[in-house]
T-cell receptor, first 116, second 112 residues
Framework: DTGVSQNPRHKITKRGQNVTFRCDPI?????LYWYRQTLGQGPEFLTY????????KSRLLSDRFSAERPKGSFSTLEIQRTEQGDSAMYLC??????????????FGPGTRLTVL | GNSVTQMEGPVTLSEEAFLTINCTYT??????LFWYVQYPGEGLQLLLK?????DKGSNKGFEATYRKETTSFHLEKGSVQVSDSAVYFC???????????FGKGTKLSVIP
C-alpha cells in the first residue's frame, strides 16, 4: 500500500496563470477529498468525490476552482487565473466507505502553491 | 455548523513531561472525533480516533476519550519525547457531512 500521492509537491506560479494538481488515492479507496491549508490554520474542506461523482463542494471553492475524478481513480484540482490569496498547501485525502457516516481519511503530503 | 476549538500553542515541554492538549467541539448529531499529527516536513497522519461517546482512542502512548457531556476530546500523553515534536490537529467528522472539520492546530516542542 503506497499511500496517497500528490504531484507536484511544490508549484510556483505568477498571478493570473492556471495551475493543475494531481492526487492519486490509496488503491480501492472510493472517496477522495481536497482540502486547503494556510499557514497557522487547520485544513479547510474544499470538495469530495465518491467514485467519479463530485458530491459536496465548499463555499471556499470559487468559480476559478474545478476538480475532476475521471473513472473514479486519480483526481485533478485546477485553479484558473490564480490570485495571491490562493497561496496555500493543497491536501488530498482518501477513504474507503464501510457503510458508516465517516471513514478514516488518509492524507497525502500536499502540494504547496505559491502565487507571485 | 460544526466547529472545533483547540488549545492554542505553541506548547513547549521538557522530555518526560505530561502532555494535555485541549479540544472541544460543536456539532449536530453524533460526530466521530480524530487527532491528526503533522511532523515537520511531512503530511497529516492519523494519530487516533473515537467514533462514539465514552470511546477511548489510543496510539503511540497518546490517548483521548470522547466525552459527549463536555463535548471534549482532549489529547494526553504521560511522558513526551523529543520525537513527539509536531503540530497536533483535532478534527471531527460525520454529523451530517463527510468532510472533516479541523481545529487550528497546536504546535508542540519537546526539549531534551
Amino acid at each position: 500500500d503506497t499511500g496517497v500521492s500528490q504531484n507536484p509537491r511544490h508549484k510556483i506560479t505568477k498571478r493570473g496563470q492556471n495551475v493543475t494538481f494531481r492526487c492519486d488515492p490509496i488503491s480501492e479507496h472510493n472517496r477522495l477529498y481536497w482540502y486547503r491549508q494556510t499557514l497557522g490554520q487547520g485544513p479547510e474542506f474544499l470538495t469530495y468525490f465518491q467514485n467519479e461523482a463530485q458530491l459536496e463542494k465548499s463555499r471556499l471553492l470559487s468559480d476559478r476552482f474545478s476538480a475532476e475524478r475521471p473513472k473514479g481513480s486519480f483526481s485533478t484540482l485546477e485553479i484558473q487565473r490564480t490570485e495571491q490569496g490562493d497561496s496555500a498547501m493543497y491536501l488530498c485525502a482518501s477513504s474507503l466507505t464501510g457503510g458508516r457516516s465517516t471513514d478514516t481519511q488518509y492524507f497525502g503530503p500536499g502540494t504547496r502553491l505559491t502565487v507571485l | 455548523g460544526n466547529s472545533v476549538t483547540q488549545m492554542e500553542g505553541p506548547v513547549t515541554l521538557s522530555e518526560e513531561a505530561f502532555l494535555t492538549i485541549n479540544c472541544t467541539y460543536t456539532a449536530t448529531g453524533y460526530p466521530s472525533l480524530f487527532w491528526y499529527v503533522q511532523y515537520p516536513g511531512e503530511g497529516l497522519q492519523l494519530l487516533l480516533k473515537a467514533t462514539k461517546a465514552d470511546d477511548k482512542g489510543s496510539n503511540k502512548g497518546f490517548e483521548a476519550t470522547y466525552r459527549k457531556e463536555t463535548t471534549s476530546f482532549h489529547l494526553e500523553k504521560g511522558s513526551v519525547q523529543v520525537s513527539d515534536s509536531a503540530v497536533y490537529f483535532c478534527a471531527l467528522g460525520g454529523a451530517g457531512s463527510y468532510q472533516l472539520t479541523f481545529g487550528k492546530g497546536t504546535k508542540l516542542s519537546v526539549i531534551p
